[in-house]
């Protein structure tokens, strides 16, 4: 079976700036974003830009539990379109500093095709 090879460039899916999950994202947060720098001399990409940006998101707990005695959480926090969040960032809600865990996801509605928000899965910082 051949292999189907597109020449067409990929086109973000259009944004949604008035949804009704926007009404839930009123909690002021910080994100925390930085980009790495190019190669040091142990191979490392040390952090060569970070800038804070100021947002609202909505955050609901995902996961709590205890293994050994060590306390572990994950959390969801959904950003409007267009706040730059990747899996190298934090983000501070209510005082609070959490960890991005993965990559976040840019949520796309079934039906009408747009981007409604971005979901990110974050962790306490200890």
């Known amino acids: ?66 293994a050994d005695e060590v306390e572990h959480e994950r959390w969801q926090v959904a950003f409007k379109p267009g706040v730059e969040v990747d899996a190298n960032d934090s983000v501070t809600v209510r005082g609070v500093l959490f960890q991005v865990h993965g990559n976040p996801w840019p949520v796309v509605h079934p039906v009408t095709g747009f981007e409604t928000h971005i979901e990110a899965t974050v962790r306490r910082h200890q």
């Open 1 to 66: 079976m051949g292999r189907v090879v597109r020449d067409e460039p990929v086109v973000p899916p259009p944004v949604v700036h008035d949804h009704p999950v926007h009404r839930l994202m009123v909690i002021p947060c910080q994100v925390h974003h930085s980009d790495p720098g190019p190669v040091d001399e142990y191979g490392d990409h040390p952090i060569a830009v970070e800038t804070t940006t100021d947002a609202y998101c909505y955050m609901w707990q995902s996961t709590r539990g205890e």
